[in-house]
């Protein structure tokens, strides 16, 4: 099944951000310890954001070939921050 390069980029990219977002969270670290570290809350992490992306698009993808996307943005910036500070919004109908 062909995909468009972009929509395959952009998935990564998801892949990327929510699983070093999520992970944050936990361990206020950076990738690298990330990766060396915390390797099973990492992929237990990806694979959860994996299933959801496949649940929104309605497609299957290679879990190794986005680990090695997501690893490879890994080595390019080592110490690239995973933890951020959340913000919650909660509206009702009423609200929008």
Known sequence: MYL???????????????TTNICGLETKSN?????????????????DVLEVQ???????????????SALTAFEADPEHIVW???GVHVCTLKDL
């Open 4 to 18: 468009p390069v972009v929509f395959l980029k952009l998935v990564r990219k998801n892949m990327f951000i929510l």
């Open 31 to 47: 990738v690298n310890d990330l990766w060396k570290n915390q390797a099973a809350l990492m992929n237990n992490v990806f694979d």
């Open 54 to 68: 496949q649940y929104l698009t309605g497609k299957m993808f290679n879990r190794d070939q986005l680990l090695s």
């Open 84 to 86: 951020v500070w959340v």
